[in-house]
């Protein structure tokens, strides 16, 4: 039967069996490599960090966001059936990314100064940005919502997690802002 041969175009729908498997390992591996990238400017954004209140802001964020990421990787490796051994050496490399930049953070702290430094401490932190906005949209929240079932619940819960992690970034600033506009007596 030419349905069952694995190049067996589907004219209906015009899709091909055999490229899915290879679109689907294509994804993981953008996935994996767009969340190994932002971890390893994540961790370079740590490294960099000269203020101790600041760095424990972001360690502290790191934290909570890392458990997003493992989440939204395993649950990648088990929808697109990823052999146990291959996930274990995915979640492996992911873990490595925020030493890796951590390390090299430090280096670059290490060997700059002033002005240089500042420079190359908000590049690291916009890279890392700019990286975790395309992981969020383009391999997260679209994909999610090509599937249109409960969509009367993702929307809200995704606006609540805007609004959520807007409030928060707002009081995290205010307590944490200058000082000296404020009477704290």
Known sequence: DV??????????????????VVEK???????????????????????????????LGLLGAILIHKCAIALTLGSRLVTQKIRFQKGCIYAMLLSLG???GIVMGVTVEAKLNGSIL??????????????????????????????KQNMQYK???????????????LLHDHNHGSHEDHDHH
């Open 3 to 20: 349905s069952d041969s694995p190049s067996y175009l589907n004219l209906s729908s015009g899709i091909n069996a055999e490229y899915g």
């Open 25 to 55: 390992r294509h994804n993981i591996a953008i996935l994996l490599a767009s969340l190994v990238t932002h971890s390893v400017f994540e961790g370079g954004a740590v490294g960099v960090e000269r203020e101790t209140q600041t760095l």
């Open 98 to 100: 925020t030493p890796v």
């Open 118 to 147: 500042d420079l190359v401490s908000a590049t690291i932190q916009a890279l890392g940005i700019g990286i975790f906005l395309y992981i969020t949209f383009a391999e997260i929240l679209f994909p999610e919502l090509k599937d």
């Open 155 to 169: 929307i809200p819960i995704i606006c609540l997690g805007i609004v959520v992690i807007g409030c928060a970034s």
